[in-house]
């Protein structure tokens, strides 16, 4: 028998007769007061927030009702203390080590342990750690959590920092009703306010807290990443094993590490000595290799399967029973992100696996404002659900907010879903004197170990916009550019990168900037002079002047990583947070109060207007039409934004532009109901757009564009790995007064892995007047374009249509659209509903104010009589009566309107 198996024999002996580290949960019921004695003793929950505590206890009503931002602008002002009493056996106590471990702390806390100061925190993203041994007792202890207002904090770092120079912008815009200086700390941007989003500059003990105790060691992290051997015949499993070290020395001890594979398992035990590195770490490196057989290799949504594997390492003391474990698991993947020479420019795209794959997908705003809530399972789930279910594989985890929980990650590993994370910089010029950056440091240092080990963490990138904020002068900061030029790169670079480099051992993907020229960025020093340079990297685009149906007006880039317009929230949903039904008309102080983008409203209209013919405003449905109007505009924008993205995969134009491998639009998630870009609501609602990702993020997509000469020119898309071959496209025209088309004809076509191809080219006037839809001028009002793929009579791709003129110049009828019936149809919460209509009904709107859950398809063109379509509610025992009861129906020229 070897020593190694003699040890793992001795070690699974261990094992099960003793506990894993030793380790006091701190959460759970907790006391709350507020420093000048105005409030004391008020029950408390950690993990939690300020703002959660003072609604349990009634202090402040819902915060999401009505004007609840503005009627607690008071509470982080305050300076409040969390306490608890807990008790500590001697078996505890009796570790050499004894540490007080806080995940998460928002933001400005001093922390006492039996009246003596233990430690202090100054940001949110930082896992702290106290040693308080000789501050605790056997028997029972007190913690005190002092937090400082976080308004107070950042406007003293403000007034300090101004005496230097300022770094802005001091104030959001007054349209925001937010906070200001909220670059000076490190705490989600967005809780001081966004132009989504209200101000909740919470407070509190957001994560867990726990004391911890060990001999010898624990592990900290386990940091893995995964390479091929250089024949290729191999994965190369690299992992650093993270562990704890108080006394700054050598941790001595037995390490093993089992990885579960298929169908082996594969263990090593090794004796380690590990020193303490220059940066206070002591690490362990391991590289594990392992036949690509023995694993199936992970994959992005759409592509094959997202296998994880269990790799479990122990560390052990050689001296006393004492162990830690900790598990991680494992996708076997590549990442590269390609940036070659094109005639003009850099290509920018991801290779998973060595194929080339378009990104679909979204921007993540936090899942709540409130970081505690952000926790939430359920409420992660269904986000994440939605974006696998609307064939996403990508979503960027954006850098005004929060690094995700853990779950957030492992649940976009299990599905899938690529992710591309910023570090929390947005919007702003931020400083980068040594006393800001060793802060910065301890942050990157956290939360790249603890995002690196995920399959799905594909990039990082070092803020959003900054580079685009200090070239193009948002903030004033030109007359200083070299200064701000300075502080840029020292933070981003010179702080953030070589930190990031180092961790991941200079193998992680990572991007100055979103936007950035990639590549380009670098050799231009870091700050190019255009950053949205359509050439090179990533391009955020935005325009709410422009004729948003028109593909006409869309940048070409190599990526889209966000573009978006804004919609409402349903009415229902608004509704339920407002005192009085005259909140919600469209002009209201409420409705203007919750509109954070500067011009946001008259930009809505504006564009609704362009398309679409709103009612009178004396209509007393208007504020219904507007909600319901803004939401198709929304909806209809962004399908063709994404759809003219998507047929530039495989072309260049004219002037280079093209190779485009990325759509992501902005914005998945809401943190409140408010008008906002997003495609779910706060409520989880689904807005019309998330219905149309559905589609238009379909793997197969047919598309129309209508050039600027008037050309139709049609697309197939395809994202598969592999050709399809004998597809049939249908091309039918519709005249808006019948079921039947008018003529329909087809064009069979082989399709290529992974291409965009043109297959028909048509003048559309001609081409409609020659099938009766009138005379040159106004054929265009009377037909619409209807298309369809097909293989072996199936359908490959979703319908889809192109109006060849703007809906509210077009000839469309005003039909009577109705539910004809609702059935159950499955155990699980399944309903068919059916739908009938007397002509061609447009944009036909499916809503339950009551039950909530999805319909398979929403906001649909109906071009017959008939139509069926599925609800999967989210609760249970509904009958089929009473959901039809609930159930309400509209289209475009619903007579309610009119
Ligand atoms: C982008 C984002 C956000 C913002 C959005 C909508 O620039 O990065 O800062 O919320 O636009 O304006």
């Not at 349903?570 to 919600?584: F, G, M, N, P, T």
Request: proline letters at 3%.
């Amino acid at each position: 028998m070897t020593t190694n198996l003699i040890l793992v024999l001795t070690l699974h002996l261990f094992l099960s007769a003793c506990e894993a580290a030793n380790i006091q949960n701190l959460g759970g019921e907790w006391l709350l007061r507020e420093a000048n004695g105005k409030y004391e003793d008020l029950k408390a929950t950690v993990p939690g927030g300020i703002y959660s505590d003072l609604m349990n206890n009634n202090i402040i009503g819902d915060i999401f009702f009505g004007y609840g931002d503005s009627e607690t602008k008071w509470v982080p002002r305050l300076n409040w203390t969390y306490y608890r009493n807990f008790s500590v056996d001697a078996n505890t106590l009796n570790k050499e080590n004894v540490n007080l471990v806080l995940e998460g702390l928002d933001t400005f806390a001093n922390v006492f342990v039996n009246g003596k100061k233990v430690g202090e925190s100054r940001n949110m993203f930082v896992r702290y750690i106290f040693d308080v041994k000789d501050q605790l007792k056997v028997g029972n202890n007190e913690i005190e959590v002092q937090f400082l207002s976080p308004i107070e904090v950042s406007a003293r770092l403000a007034e300090q920092q101004s005496k230097l120079y300022d770094v802005p912008p001091d104030c959001p815009d007054a349209a925001y009703r937010g906070e200001c200086h909220v670059n000076m700390i490190r705490k989600m941007q967005a809780s001081f306010s966004w132009d989504w989003g209200p101000s909740f500059p919470s407070v509190g003990i957001w994560k867990d807290i726990y004391i911890e105790s060990f001999d010898e060691s624990a592990i900290r992290y386990i940091v893995t990443d995964v390479t091929e051997s250089e024949d290729g015949d191999y994965w190369l499993l690299n992992f650093d094993t993270y562990l704890a070290n108080n006394k700054k020395g050598t941790v001595t001890g037995i390490l093993m590490y089992t990885v579960t594979l298929k169908d082996i398992q594969m263990t090593q035990v090794n004796h380690v000595d590990a020193v303490m590195n220059a940066y206070n770490e002591t690490v362990v490196t391991t590289t594990v290799q392992i036949s690509k057989s023995f694993v199936n290799t992970w994959w992005p949504n759409g592509y094959g399967a997202h296998d994880l594997y269990n790799l479990n390492v122990v560390f052990s003391n050689e001296v006393s029973s004492e162990h830690d474990i900790k598990n991680v698991r494992v996708g076997f993947r590549t990442v590269e992100l390609v940036q070659d020479s094109l005639d003009s420019g850099l290509t920018f795209y991801f290779k998973i696996n060595g194929e080339p794959i378009f990104m679909k997908g979204s921007n993540e705003i936090p899942v709540d404002i409130l970081p505690e809530r952000g926790q939430n399972k359920t409420t992660i789930k269904k986000l994440l659900m939605a974006a696998h279910d609307s064939h996403m594989n990508m979503l960027r985890v954006w850098g005004g907010g929060v690094y995700e929980s853990d779950y957030f990650y492992d649940l976009a590993d299990e599905l899938g879903i690529v992710i591309w994370q910023d570090f929390m910089f947005a919007c702003a010029m931020y400083q980068s004197d040594e006393n800001y950056r060793s802060n910065v440091i301890d942050e990157v240092r956290h939360q790249v170990k603890r995002l690196r080990s995920h399959a799905s963490v594909a990039l990082y990138s070092g803020n959003n916009e900054n580079e685009g904020a200090l070239v193009d002068d948002w903030y004033g900061t030109k007359n200083n550019f070299t200064l701000y030029k300075n502080d840029y790169v020292t933070l981003y670079i010179d702080t953030i990168k070589t930190e990031f480099d180092r961790i991941t051992h200079n193998r992680g993907i990572f991007v100055s900037s979103s936007p950035s020229n990639g590549k380009k960025t670098v050799s231009d020093g870091y700050v190019s002079t255009y950053p949205g340079n359509p050439l090179y990297g990533d391009v955020h685009y935005y325009n709410y002047v422009l004729n948003p149906f028109d593909s006409n007006i869309y940048p070409v880039p190599r990526f889209a990583s966000e573009y978006g317009y804004q919609s409402l929230p349903s009415y229902a949903s608004l509704a339920k947070v407002v005192k009085q039904i005259s909140d919600l008309e469209i002009t209201s102080d409420f409705m203007n109060h919750r509109q954070h983008h500067p011009l946001g409203n008259a930009q809505m209209t504006l564009l609704i207007e362009m398309n679409l013919k709103l009612p009178n405003e004396s209509s007393s449905k208007y504020s219904q039409a507007y909600i319901f109007y803004s939401q198709i505009v929304h909806a209809l924008s962004i399908k063709i934004e994404t759809e003219h993205y998507r047929r530039f995969r495989s072309s260049l134009n004219n002037k280079g532009e093209g190779k485009t491998m990325g759509a992501l639009y902005w914005q998945l998630n809401d943190v409140w109901l408010a008008p906002s870009w997003s495609g779910i609501e706060h409520t989880g609602k689904w807005k019309m757009l998330q219905y149309y990702t559905q589609d238009f993020f379909a793997p197969i997509i047919i598309t129309g564009h209508l050039n600027l000469e008037r050309t139709l020119e049609i697309y197939i898309v395809s994202d598969l790995l592999s050709p399809v071959l004998n597809v049939s496209a249908s091309i039918q025209v519709y005249k808006w007064n019948s079921f039947e088309p008018v003529s329909s004809e087809t064009v069979t076509v082989d399709l290529e892995a992974g291409h965009s191809h043109l297959i028909k080219s048509i003048a559309t006037d001609d081409y409609l007047t020659d099938r009766n839809c009138g005379a040159l001028n106004v054929a265009k009002n009377n037909c619409f374009f209807y298309l369809s793929v097909e293989k072996e009579g199936l359908k490959i791709t979703p319908d889809n249509y192109v109006f060849p003129s703007k809906i509210r110049d077009s000839d469309v009828q005003k039909p009577k659209v109705q539910i004809s019936s609702v059935k159950k149809i499955s155990d699980e919460q399944i309903y068919s509903i059916t739908i009938e209509t007397d002509q061609i009904a447009l944009f036909v709107w499916l809503e339950s104010p009551v039950i909530s859950g999805t319909f398979s398809e929403n906001g649909f063109l109906m071009v017959n009589n008939t139509k069926t379509v599925y609800f999967n509610s989210e609760e249970e025992s509904i009958s089929p009566e009473e959901l039809s009861e609930t159930l309400t129906l509209t289209h475009l020229m619903d007579e309610q309107y009119f």
